[in-house]
């Protein structure tokens, strides 16, 4: 039930950007909104107020909505398109079935590569069939274009490090290295700490992104941000031997998270064309999430000590399995600032989308 959630920022930030047309500043007064919206998410308290806290803050949203977002009825048209979403479910879900089948069986296994072949290939007919429909759930064609393409296919990369290096990270920082080898023997109260510290320099990025943005450009920011999530990451592989520098390496890398997750939403919103402004913020949030899963899934595999779900009796992962993880995060933060490279200076106001483009 909480994965529905995940829509709130996408849908905030649609709501802000029409609310800002005809202002003259509409691509900057949303990048604004979505840094503060990141910002102001970001908290830290004790257990008992952490699991109390989404029942009362969505008990509290549900009023803010009722009362503060008018009915407004959307602009795009037709169903729901059930076909697409059966396609897509079964591409991701051959993929994910090969990478668990990996855990299992161990890299050798021809199952494994056979699922993932399958997974890969079954997007042919899912991008074919949703680039003929009139309401895809996917606008295969407004993805293609110049001012998204870059957006998603980093907001896929990040997912990566943001949804699936934290769990490594807290596993790491936990060992002894009395016993392993490595490790910074940390008890729980200092991966509160590192988690802490990653927060509150997530959040700094966060509200500093219009800063960033008025001296590079929206495009120079967003590079910047994956550079230094890339920088953060790559810090793990040479220094990872004491809590100060696990401090730095997270300082790092949540500067240019907190700048990322405020910015992916808003930058594809400027250019869409107003009837896909949802869809292009919400994919972001998609790609994501799809991105932290397959690399949680990957990532389960770097750390078992062997290709089978049978581990040695010693129960700790080898020290090359942290890492290929944080080397993971850091190629694919990497990637992700040379594709934001590609992105426009300056998106076109409202490109046409492919639904708008078979109405006519």
């Avoid at 994910?96 to 590569?113: F, H, I, K, N, Y």
């Avoid at 001012?147 to 990369?157: C, D, E, H, I, K």
């Avoid at 990566?160 to 023997?185: C, E, K, N």
Wanted: proline residues 6%.
């Amino acid at each position: 039930m909480q994965g529905a959630y995940v829509v709130w920022l996408p849908l905030e930030i649609a709501i802000i950007h029409r609310r800002t047309a005809g202002t003259g500043r509409q691509s900057l007064l949303t990048r604004r909104a979505a840094a503060v919206l990141v910002g102001a998410l970001v908290d830290a308290t004790s257990m008992n107020v952490l699991l109390a806290l989404p029942a009362v803050t969505v008990t509290l949203c549900l009023f803010a909505i009722w009362f503060g977002v008018e009915d407004v009825p959307g602009e795009a048209t037709g169903g729901f398109d059930w076909t697409g979403l059966a396609l897509v479910t079964a591409a991701l879900g051959l993929v994910m079935a090969g990478l668990v089948v990996v855990r299992l069986d161990g890299p050798g296994s021809l199952p494994v590569w056979l699922l993932i072949l399958a997974g890969v290939a079954a997007v042919v007919p899912f991008a074919r069939y949703e680039d003929a429909r009139r309401d895809p759930i996917v606008d295969v064609r407004l993805m293609r274009s110049p001012g998204q393409w870059p957006v998603q296919l980093t907001a896929f990369l990040f997912g990566m490090s943001v949804l699936g290096a934290q769990i490594p990270l807290s596993t790491f920082a936990r060992t002894d290295p009395a016993v392993a080898g490595y490790g910074l023997g940390a008890d729980a109260s200092f991966v509160s700490i590192l988690v802490g510290l990653y927060v509150v320099f997530l959040a700094i990025g966060a509200f500093t992104l219009p800063v960033t943005s008025r001296l590079l450009g929206p495009r120079g920011a967003l590079v910047l941000s994956a550079l230094l999530v890339a920088l953060g990451y790559a810090l793990w592989l040479p220094f990872n031997d004491s809590t100060g520098q696990a401090l730095v390496n997270m300082a790092v890398a949540g500067l240019g998270s907190g700048a990322l997750v405020a910015a992916l939403p808003a930058t594809p919103a400027a250019a869409a064309p107003p009837e896909r402004t949802a869809f292009a913020t919400g994919m972001t949030n998609a790609t994501k999430t799809v991105g932290g899963a397959i690399a949680s899934a990957i990532f389960a595999i770097a750390l078992a000590s062997t290709g089978s779900i049978a581990d040695p009796e010693e129960g700790h992962a080898p020290l090359v399995g942290y890492l290929t993880v944080w080397s993971i995060c850091a190629i694919a933060a990497l990637l992700a600032a040379v594709a934001l490279l590609t992105l426009p200076r300056q998106p076109a106001e409202h490109p046409v989308s492919s639904t708008a483009r078979r109405r006519r």
